[in-house]
């Protein structure tokens, strides 16, 4: 990803966000590397990724990076801030879906990588990790919320 996003409003990720994802306690830590300039440390995103059920391998392919580059991020101990934008907007999308499926992780992962209609066919997690793509997710997901089928 060597493309570098503009931040979301952080008020995009309230408090709700964290705690969907069972860690309020890094809201303060990630809120504060971003506003630094920096991107999200390794062990914060570790922590989503334990918590929302996705392996780190799997985040790799969703930033386009390889198994080796995720080693050299775990090694300086953070990620750079265009790939903490999309990791942000994916986590953002997975807390969601585990509220869509009334906080079943399992299911809402599983939802998340299978191609969905609303999404012209695409994965949910793919779409997310695209650029702005997370906010399409989100509006089907708010959308299958409200009884909204696509």
């Known amino acids: 990803m060597s493309e570098e996003m503009v931040w979301?409003?952080?008020s995009s990720y309230p408090d709700e966000f964290w705690t969907r994802l069972g860690v309020p306690e890094l809201?303060?830590?990630?809120?504060?590397?971003?506003?630094?300039?920096?991107?999200?440390?390794?062990?914060?995103?570790?922590?989503?990724a334990r918590h929302s059920g996705v392996k780190m391998p799997e985040l790799a392919r969703l930033l386009n990076i390889s198994v080796?580059?995720?080693?050299?991020?775990?090694?300086?101990?953070h990620f750079k801030p265009g790939e903490s934008y999309c990791l942000?907007?994916?986590?953002?999308?997975?807390g969601n879906a585990i509220d869509l499926f009334e906080g079943n992780t399992s299911s809402a992962v599983d939802w998340l990588r299978?191609?969905?209609?609303?999404?012209?066919?695409?994965?949910?997690?793919?779409?997310a990790a695209s650029p702005g793509g997370h906010e399409t997710v989100l509006?089907?997901?708010?959308?299958?919320?409200h009884g909204v089928l696509p």
């Open 8 to 10: 979301p409003p952080l």
């Open 27 to 48: 809201r303060e830590q990630s809120i504060a590397q971003l506003r630094g300039g920096e991107g999200l440390t390794y062990s914060t995103v570790e922590q989503l």
């Open 68 to 77: 080796s580059t995720l080693r050299r991020r775990r090694l300086r101990g």
């Open 88 to 94: 942000l907007g994916i986590f953002a999308v997975i």
């Open 114 to 127: 299978e191609p969905q209609r609303g999404l012209h066919g695409h994965r949910p997690l793919a779409v």
């Open 139 to 145: 509006n089907l997901i708010g959308q299958l919320e």
